[in-house]
């Protein structure tokens, strides 16, 4: 340790003699104060940090003393390690300045890059449209050298709302790294979240990542013990992120700590929704340790599910019909299609995304949900079932159908839209999605109830999302790869009266429903069948999803088949009868039913449907 304060402060002395474009003299540099505001700081020593990494050709001996990871070379690897010691000897041996004046600042100009933004973006406002700034996975780490750019990006993200009207702002999450000592995490997740209101006028909110509670560092160190001196807990963020912060943000009173909520935003009648996809229970066990971590585990609890069921009523709003619901959390909502990838990638399911999907689509069609159970993932043995129970019943009937405008997430490190996530046939099929990365940028969303559009207008480095098949879509203008791009969120909402399609006219009488091996994902057209006499099926598969209760009529004597989310035969459907229907559900994601018809009862099968009800659902 003598030795490396002794190679620190000789390397301090010669940038005193050669570095003074940053200071009046080399004194500053000897004394730590490199930036001559009276104050040792972290900005002090990234001063430092940054000309050191700049030192490519040292001599032998110097690279020997330098080169603190021994592979030879000077590095910012290097500089990281040396910063660290030297953000603590310097501000041990810098004179008192309590008693001296700290100089005023000056007043921040407005750069053309920021006037060009919201040039940009202003193009796409009217009166009643909603503006939001976003940031995602800053990931902010103060000694790194780097993340002075992500502040930047913050103040001019302030900047910004001194030239046009932003009304709201959102950190979706991730907003540290969470792999460090839990004073030290706190310390960086406090800077960030106060210089983003200190710089920004609008209303600023901060949504919970799985980083948040910093249990990648109690992952990373002590192998997946979360010991509670380790462990953000949900009362410490609410503390930090979100207390005193707004009076108009409306929280859940029988969850003060759920890290979730919603906004209402009057001229354009858009209740925005901050969800919190890692509200998971910290439960703490007799060895001091937390039994679950938003690192590893992602949910929404049964306070959550129906906090946002009651408030897509509308009930305190004089006109509900007239209101529109936005969505935003840090990990993607949707189900995953056939791969087990979701929107942005393969990641960690939500525990209870599927309710939480069943209580929006409800909402859109103005129908019934009602269902029971937990959310508990059976494949992490941890996961005690009694720890997610879940209870949903409500009904949007009186009210009418509901506009659902979009799913904003991050946690994905890229920009993307999709409409369309996985297959077709998947839950989410007709609801909009976005995603974003703000590590050293923002992205501003200008969402257009009259035309149904939202418009997207990048500052920073822009990264599309890298993937095949169906997970991606394509803006209807511009490009994300561009960072300008339009899309349309005008959605078909089902009217679930009857999703049969008819009968197969490829296949004529004379082919056996049991023997069918395959579905054709792309067509949902039936394949590996054999011929046998006086039988018929459907023309397509038709896909169903989980929560959801079917009728088919009562007096139906065929057979039905579950198909899984590959296609491939998965079990016999079991109906039930009730209120004059056979109903069935399933509990499988994505799947599928294959109907085989008897074409003596139905003739031209013109009395057959399947159509979906509401209610009843108990698993």
């Not at 603590?88 to 750069?111: F, L, R």
């Not at 004073?183 to 106060?194: A, G, P």
């Not at 999709?418 to 999605?433: A, D, E, H, M, R």
Request: proline share 3%.
């Amino acid at each position: 340790m003598k030795k490396l304060i002794s190679i620190i402060l000789a390397v301090l002395t010669f940038l005193s003699i050669t570095i003074t474009a940053h200071c009046s003299s080399a004194q500053s540099y000897k004394t730590g104060d490199v930036d001559l505001d009276n104050h040792i700081t972290v900005v002090d020593a990234t001063y430092i940090q940054l000309h050191i990494s700049e030192f490519v050709t040292l001599t032998a001996e110097q690279l020997t003393v330098s080169d603190t990871d021994f592979d030879k070379k000077i590095t910012v690897v290097d500089a990281t390690t040396i910063q660290r010691y030297l953000a603590k000897i310097i501000s041990e041996i810098a004179p008192a300045t309590s008693d001296q004046p700290s100089p005023t600042e000056p007043e921040a100009t407005i750069d053309e890059a920021t006037t060009e933004l919201s040039q940009k973006i202003e193009k796409y406002q009217s009166e009643n449209s909603l503006t939001l700034s976003l940031m995602a996975d800053t990931h902010y780490d103060s000694e790194v050298l780097f993340d002075s750019k992500k502040i930047d990006a913050v103040k001019t993200m302030g900047n910004l709302q001194k030239l046009i009207d932003v009304d709201l702002v959102f950190n979706l999450g991730d907003i540290i790294n969470g792999n460090t000592e839990k004073d030290y995490t706190i310390k960086n997740m406090q800077e960030l979240i106060n210089t983003t209101h200190d710089a920004c006028d609008s209303p600023v909110f901060f949504v919970r990542g799985n980083h948040d509670d910093n249990g990648w560092y109690s992952q990373g160190k002590y192998g997946g013990t979360y010991k509670e001196d380790e462990i953000i807990n949900d009362k410490e963020w609410y503390d930090i992120a979100l207390k005193d912060r707004s009076n108009s943000f409306v929280m859940d009173e029988n969850n003060p700590y759920g890290g979730y909520g919603y906004y209402d935003h009057e001229d354009s009648k858009i209740r925005v929704f901050m969800l919190n996809s890692v509200d998971i229970p910290y439960i703490l066990e007799d060895d001091g340790t937390y039994r679950y971590s938003s690192y590893l585990g992602h949910g929404f609890s049964n306070e959550q599910l129906n906090f946002v069921a009651n408030a897509l009523h509308f009930k305190d709003k004089e006109d509900p019909s007239q209101w529109a619901a936005l969505f935003l959390s840090h990990v993607p909502l949707d189900t995953s299609n056939a791969d087990g990838e979701r929107f942005g990638g393969k990641s960690a399911l939500i525990r209870g995304h599927e309710y939480m999907l069943s209580i929006i689509s409800a909402y859109r069609k103005g129908t019934a949900f009602k269902a029971s159970g937990n959310t508990y993932l059976p494949m992490t043995s941890k996961d005690n079932k009694d720890d997610f129970n879940v209870s949903v019943d409500v009904d949007y009937s009186e009210k009418g159908c509901g506009e659902v405008i979009a799913f904003i997430s991050g946690h994905t490190h890229s920009d993307n839209y999709c409409n369309t996530v996985g297959v077709k046939q998947s839950l989410s099929y007709g609801y909009t999605f976005l995603g974003l990365v703000g590590i050293n940028s923002f992205s501003n969303f200008v969402i257009n109830r009259d035309t149904h559009t939202i418009s997207v207008v990048k500052y920073g480095r822009v990264i599309p999302e890298i993937t095949s098949g169906n997970l991606v879509g394509t803006p209807d203008f511009g490009t994300i790869e561009s960072g300008e791009w339009t899309v349309s969120y005008s959605q078909f909402l089902p009217n679930g009266e009857n999703l049969y399609t008819g009968v197969s006219d490829v296949y004529p009488i004379g082919y056996t429903f049991d023997n069918i091996s395959d579905i054709d994902l792309e067509t949902l057209e039936l394949t590996g069948v054999t011929q046998t006499p006086a039988s018929r099926q459907l023309t397509k598969a038709i896909p169903i999803k989980p929560l959801t209760t079917y009728a088919i009529p009562s007096d139906y004597k065929g057979d039905c088949y579950v198909y899984s989310a590959i296609g491939k035969k998965s079990s016999a459907l079991k109906t039930t009868e009730h209120d004059g229907y056979k109903t069935f559900t399933t509990n499988i994601r994505n799947c599928y039913v294959v109907f085989s018809l008897d074409t003596g009862f139905y003739k031209d099968y013109e009395n057959f449907f399947i159509k979906e009800v509401s209610g009843g659902l108990t698993y």
